[in-house]
């Protein structure tokens, strides 16, 4: 009889991995993958809590869902109250609150545990395209970006906004530094601007981009700004003070990181760093999640699954998780192996 020849032997015996009940799990998730469904539009927005413990997502249904980041990824929480999509969502660093951005002019803050809206942001003029929270600070200080031009602060404590830069541009991403001090623009004029929040006026420019800029996002430290963009790249740029960039010394620009795309529906694609900054992913038009390796600038996972462009994926705080959003109403949790 002639020898079969194979590469690769399945175990026969019953501890196979293929049961459930056997299957070694690597994070608090009841199954490696999860899809979660309902949502009645493009879901364009993700966010887990500082925590760990809850993702929440917003979508084109003017609505955001909540639902328990471990487990069977239940949802739990609907908060509603805006009159058209919700293009960005964050946790306060304290995570009690949910602040979001929508394309009906306003922001909206809501409770975390009960869902309600607690206050409604309103002094834009224009969709309000992105919103960003201060990690290190108080927890009740956001920032907004969005098309009137402007870039605003504002303080769950108070009423109205706190401070407001003007710029030339449309501008489609914000980022707040770590300690508060400084806040960080992108939009139409493919520059990022920083601000200074304590005199109130633009403290730098950096260029690199040759496309509208749709995300910017600090890494964990605080010493680096990550930005996607339409030109199909991601980008990181050392934002640490002392960096000489005007003698041509030092160039402000890191790394890029390629093999994204952006398509022509023009969607704000997001971009996100791991826990640790030791990885970078980021929206993207081909259907596929992207992640690379942030040191080497190479690409570790692309994660097929979803049937419509990507628009956001965020890494898990505590755990090896991942999750992604799309334009084909649904959302993916899985673990990275």
């Not at 993958?33 to 993702?55: F, I, N, R, W």
């Not at 000489?244 to 994204?260: E, Q, S, Y």
Request: glycine share 10%; aromatic share 8%.
């Amino acid at each position: 009889m002639d020898q079969q020849v194979a590469l690769y032997v399945p175990p026969t015996d019953e501890h196979d991995g293929t049961n459930t009940g056997g299957d070694i799990r690597t994070s608090s998730l009841t199954s490696a993958t999860m899809k979660l469904s309902g949502h009645k539009g493009s879901v364009y927005c993700l966010a887990y809590d500082p925590q760990g413990e809850v993702l929440c997502s917003g979508s084109f249904d003017s609505t955001c869902l909540l639902w328990n980041a471990g487990g069977n990824c239940s949802n739990f929480n609907v908060l509603s109250g805006h009159k058209n999509a919700i293009l960005d969502v964050k946790f306060t660093n304290d995570s009690e609150k949910i602040i979001t951005a929508s394309a009906d002019f306003n922001l909206g803050v809501y409770d975390a545990l009960t869902g309600t809206r607690m206050k409604r942001f309103m002094g834009h003029t224009g969709i309000v395209n992105a919103v960003d929270v201060c990690r290190e600070g108080p927890s009740s200080l956001a920032v907004s970006a969005s098309d009137d031009r402007t870039a605003r602060l504002w303080d769950t404590r108070v009423r109205g906004e706190v401070g407001c830069f003007e710029d030339e541009f449309q501008i489609t991403a914000v980022a707040y530094a770590n300690d508060g001090k400084i806040v960080y623009t992108g939009g139409i004029d493919n520059c990022i601007t920083a601000w200074d929040v304590r005199q109130m006026h633009r403290s730098m420019t950096m260029k690199g981009h040759t496309d509208t800029i749709t995300c910017l996002a600090l890494n964990p430290k605080g010493t680096h700004l990550l930005s996607n963009s339409m030109d199909g790249t991601l980008r990181t740029w050392d934002i640490r003070p002392f960096v000489d960039d005007a003698t041509g010394g030092k160039k402000r620009h890191d790394k890029t990181f390629v093999g994204g795309t952006h398509n022509s529906e023009k969607g704000l694609l997001n971009c996100a760093w791991s826990e640790d900054g030791s990885m970078v992913t980021g929206g993207s038009a081909d259907r596929v999640v992207h992640v690379w390796d942030e040191l080497s600038a190479e690409e570790l996972y692309c994660l097929p699954g979803h049937a419509g462009c990507v628009n956001s994926v965020v890494f898990h705080p505590k755990e090896n998780v991942i999750a992604s959003a799309s334009s084909d109403k649904s959302i993916f949790v899985g673990e990275l192996s």
